[in-house]
């Protein structure tokens, strides 16, 4: 009887304890069971929404639960845009995991309650701050547009903006008064509330108010000389009137009118760069933009790049840090105080903006604690010269785009009240530059910012197109250097594209790095180094490159030096010396047809020096060519060689040729002493009053004839693409979707790798910019050595191809001359130092010395095999017979498999499943019985041999040394399995196998180092 109680206490105690199981958990039995809406219901603790478009039938799918989830959570329908594919998006973001159209299962809808379960906690709080999933900020801020030209008000936006005008160090406009550069501040009303400290995306772009009509025209030029050092007055600060007023209040008397506004000289609306950052805003990052010096409602004058235009740029990184002052105009001197900042500030931007930021890394400031610059300029002197030469047809640059810049021109009063001492200013830095000609000097130490390369402090990550013609490729590679110099992180990112940044919103397009998007990259980059997110993006490798041969692929590299080179001489030109000259009226040579007619073979105004490429190659860095050479003179002919560039806008960060000036009309004053600043008459000049002769030099990859191979050729400026998705590049927080593309190759027979130019007046000239300050005066017939250095690149060449070595005078669109002259090359001296990815570089355990590094080099090399680890080859390491059938899968290219293989120990999941397959369909293989193929297991010596026997034979391959081929010298050739007899003749007849001290070892197991050394030599056999 106590028994029968108890045990009915016990079933008591049970009935209640069921009863008090939350609904959620009693859901939860089954983690395979379907979810249903009354699911949701019972874990939601309410019915569930749905948007339109979810059916929210009797099983719910997983992207319909996401959905409900998300809107539970407290997400707006209008910040998570359309249903699913938005939704899917944010779902995905958050981390959430799933496939969207399968049936949601318990054990889905647990791990998606538990992300949403955090958002609804990010969204509930009392204070809503950014929120770090997945390693990045969320969209989970408000958005409200300000492109409004009247009717904004930041009573009811989502996103306060305002202008403040920050003090800088100097008075460039000579008006007695420290400048002030005006910035407009954009962030999250939580964060102007005072609920966070937002930190910054920061963009210093002199475009963004607004350009003017002017492009090399000089009718607002004057025609007096300017001090330029007085540029660098610094009078006493401003005295502040009061206590700072606080974000809010001054932020309501904003005026949407100030940043968007109609430019009738540039036919658009500014600020241009107005919704460019709202990816960052909706995630609760501040976005400040600042045009600088002399654009409009700034102070000062646009000096196109000089360390003052730094200056004031870091002043604005200094307010945000709270070590400046800045005012709410410019006339009351009442402060405001950055109250909203978190002091922590981030960079990008494309071109010009990518420029600014890389200077403002070698000012050290204090708050900037990462740069992401796109297609920057490291040094102004290589943007439009090299080695001693002009490449922009005019000289004379900065004075022309610091013009175009001058929105001050906007505003008439304001124009007027500097317009005559600016035109001055902007006559001096044209006669500085013309006096250059070409060369380095003081005009262009002021606007290099790799001289301060010691002072930087914060990492980077430098994002590069490998086909930009406008910035060129040595300017990521001057910054890479600037980096390394001062030992501090940097990654490079490097696309085949030309002169953007993979996502490109003035064009509304964007395009996957590596698989992932590239604004979701950079967030986790900004995310890491702003906010402190633990996400393990400072690991990303070194280098991370898109594949010339296959956009779809991207390759990484542990560095992007490179100690490895290979040769390309002209010992074998066949005359002792080439004789190449300017005139190209003669080959009717233009800007049009000049590659095509130059990569043909040697012309009278051309040098081509060729050679093989034996194996796929992987060119990294720079080419160095080197030569002996003599200039002759020539004849004054009726017109100026080359044509005038067409001015065709693309857009400000393009450049356009300015004019059409004589190349050499200009000379260097410390070469003609006596007659500073005058030019000399160019027509039948002698050579040593001759100046800017430009020599230059070209890589190209030419297919075997008949043949074709797919490249990136910009037209003209941009790789063409085409639109994978429409709205397919997700931007979140309801911000408008960008097109997802992708870039096209073209099917070429010739792509030009990298170009160079060099005056044959700056022998002395190097790599390092400030080396092109000297010259000399020519003499006819003297020999001078030149080293020429071609733009950087990454690029992938073909085995069977030929890299050409081109030598020719000047650029069609890059040079004009009135006068011919000839350069007589020595082709003994002729070579080009190719600098190539070594694949062996990052193995601790091969080195150069190895017996097996060749062959372990052309193994990794065409892809046959690859490291154990990073940094591990494993050379003594045994192969499996899986992975010798891998390899021999690779070499034959990875044929189509339909089906598996018979042997019931080969999963088809496994990476090696096609590879035994295809070779035992083929008879390659036959198993180690009817049934296995023993995946796993060491392959032996004589196993390996049989296999390649066999897959000689399937490549129709000529076996038959094996029949005279005695392998009884070795001391235990009666070792050797039956089966294997025939294959090891062969294979020590056709010099695949010599054996280890005298023997052939059978039944060793066979090595990696081994096995590498076997596939070469069995590729060098079989290829005969």
Not at 217 to 234: M, P
Not at 236 to 253: K, Y
Not at 377 to 388: L, M, R, V
Not at 840 to 847: E, P
Request: hydrophobic share 35%.
């Amino acid at each position: 009887m106590k028994r029968t109680k108890q045990l009915l206490s016990l079933l008591l105690a049970l009935v209640l304890a069921l009863s008090l199981v939350s609904p959620a958990l009693a859901a939860e039995t089954d983690d395979a069971s379907g979810v249903t809406a009354d699911t949701l219901t019972q874990l939601l603790g309410q019915a569930p929404t749905f948007p339109e478009g979810a059916s929210a039938s009797d099983g719910i799918t997983n992207q319909e639960a996401a959905a409900a989830l998300l809107l539970w959570a407290g997400m707006e329908e209008s910040q998570l845009g359309a249903y699913p594919a938005d939704y899917n998006s944010m779902a995905d973001s958050l981390g959430m995991t799933y496939d969207p159209e399968a049936a949601c299962t318990q054990e889905s809808l647990t791990a998606m309650k538990a992300v949403a379960d955090q958002l609804y906690d990010a969204l509930h709080a009392d204070k809503l701050e950014p929120l770090f999933l997945n390693g990045m900020a969320q969209p989970i801020f408000p958005y409200t547009s300000g492109a409004a030209e009247e009717g904004y008000s930041n009573e009811t936006s989502d996103i306060i903006r305002f202008f403040v005008y920050v003090e800088t160090n100097y008075d460039t406009d000579g008006d007695g008064k420290l400048d002030l550069v005006k910035a407009l501040v954009q962030l999250p009303r939580a964060a102007a509330e005072g609920d966070y400290q937002a930190a910054t995306i920061y963009e210093a772009r002199p475009y963004i108010t607004g350009c003017t009509p002017f492009w090399g025209e000089t009718d607002e030029y004057g025609t007096d000389g300017y001090d330029i050092d007085s540029l660098y007055n610094q009078p006493a600060a401003r005295t502040p009137a009061g206590e700072a007023v606080s974000t809010l209040d001054h932020a309501a008397q904003a005026d949407s009118s100030e940043w968007y506004y109609w430019n009738e000289y540039e036919d658009m609306y500014d600020y241009e760069d107005l919704d460019w950052y709202d990816y960052y805003l909706v995630r609760g990052f501040a976005v400040v933009e600042c045009g600088g010096l002399g654009t409009l409602g700034s102070d000062g004058f646009e000096t196109c790049g000089t360390d003052l235009e730094i200056d004031a740029f870091k002043c604005v990184i200094e307010w945000l840090h709270g070590d400046r002052v800045a005012y709410t105009d410019k006339e009351s001197n009442i402060p405001i105080e950055a109250d909203w900042s978190s002091g922590s500030v981030g960079m990008t931007g494309r071109s010009y903006a990518g420029t600014t930021q890389f200077g403002l890394a070698t000012t050290g400031v204090e708050g900037l604690k990462t740069i992401v610059p796109v297609a920057g300029i490291a040094s102004w002197y290589e943007y439009t010269n090299s080695q001693g030469i002009s490449t922009g047809r005019n000289p004379a640059y900065s004075d022309i785009l610091a013009l175009y810049c001058a929105g001050r021109y906007l505003d008439p009063l304001d124009w007027a009240s500097i317009q005559g001492k600016y035109g001055n200013y902007l006559y001096q830095l044209q006669l500085d530059q013309l006096a250059l000609n070409g060369d380095y000097g003081d005009h262009w130490a002021t606007r290099d910012y790799t001289l301060n390369a010691e002072n930087i402090q914060c990492p980077a990550l430098i994002v590069h197109g490998l086909n930009d013609d406008n910035v060129r490729t040595k300017e990521f590679d001057l910054m890479y250097q600037a980096y390394e110099e001062a030992g501090v992180p940097v990654k490079l990112l490097l696309h085949q594209d030309g002169h953007l940044t993979p996502t490109y919103p003035s064009q509304g397009i964007s395009f996957l790095v590596n698989g992932q998007s590239y604004d979701e990259l950079l967030n986790q980059w900004f995310s890491h180094y702003l906010y402190g997110v633990d996400n393990d993006v400072e690991n990303l490798p070194a280098v991370t490159a898109q594949s010339n041969l296959d956009t779809k692929q991207w390759n990484t590299y542990s560095d992007w030096k490179t100690d490895a080179s290979v040769t390309l001489t002209g010992e074998n030109a066949g005359e002792a010396t080439s004789t190449i000259s300017s005139d190209y009226d003669a080959l009717g040579v233009d800007r049009n047809n000049w590659k095509d007619v130059f990569t043909a073979g040697s012309t009278a105004s051309s040098a081509m020096y060729t050679m093989d490429v034996t194996s796929d190659t992987v060119i990294k860095g720079t080419v160095a060519v080197s030569f002996r050479a003599a200039t002759t003179n020539g004849e004054e002919v009726t017109a100026p060689r080359g044509e005038t560039s067409a001015a065709a806008a693309v857009d400000h960060d393009t450049f356009i040729d300015p004019s059409s000036l004589d190349h050499d009309n200009f000379v260097n004053p410390a070469v003609n002493a006596g007659n500073e600043g005058a030019t000399v008459s160019t027509p039948n000049a002698d050579l040593i009053d001759r100046d800017g002769l430009m020599v230059s030099a070209m890589l190209v990859d030419i297919a075997p004839e008949g043949e074709t191979f797919p490249a990136c050729n910009t037209a003209p400026t941009y790789v063409n693409k085409t639109v994978i998705q429409e709205d397919g590049a997700w931007q979140g927080g309801g911000l408008q979707n960008l097109k997802l593309v992708e870039l096209n190759t073209t099917d070429v027979s010739y792509k030009v790798i990298a170009r160079g130019w060099m005056d044959l007046c700056n022998p002395g000239a190097g790599y390092d910019s400030a080396s092109a300050a000297s010259k000399v005066s020519l003499k006819e017939g003297q020999y001078y050595d030149y080293t020429l250095y071609l733009q950087p690149n990454l690029y992938e060449v073909e085995a069977g191809h030929s890299l050409a070595l081109v030598v020719y005078a000047y650029e069609p669109g890059k040079a004009a001359y009135t006068q011919n002259y000839t350069i007589t090359l020595d082709n003994s001296t002729v070579s080009a130092s190719i600098p190539v990815d070594d694949p062996m570089a990052s193995f601790t355990d091969v080195t150069t010395g190895s017996w097996f590094y060749d062959a372990a080099k052309y193994a990794v090399q065409a892809g046959i095999m690859n490291g154990t680890s990073a940094t591990t080859f494993s050379p003594n390491k045994t192969t499996t017979r899986a992975m010798a059938v891998t390899m021999l899968y690779r070499m034959e290219g990875e044929p189509a498999v339909s089906g598996g293989s018979a042997f019931t120990d080969v999963p088809a999941n496994q990476y090696y499943a096609e590879a035994v397959a295809w070779a035992a369909a083929n008879d390659i293989v036959t198993g180690t019985s009817a049934t296995t193929f023993s995946p796993n297991k060491d392959i032996t010596r004589e196993q390996l041999t049989a296999i390649l026997y066999r897959y000689a034979q399937y490549k129709g391959c000529d076996v038959s040394v094996g029949e005279d081929t005695n392998i009884l010298s070795y001391g235990d050739a009666e070792t050797v399995s039956t089966y294997a007899i025939p294959a090891m003749q062969w294979a020590v007849g056709a010099g695949i196998i010599n054996g280890i001290k005298d023997n052939l070892v059978p039944k060793g197991n066979a090595t990696r180092a081994q096995m590498a050394t076997m596939l070469m030599r069995f590729d060098a056999v079989t290829a005969q």
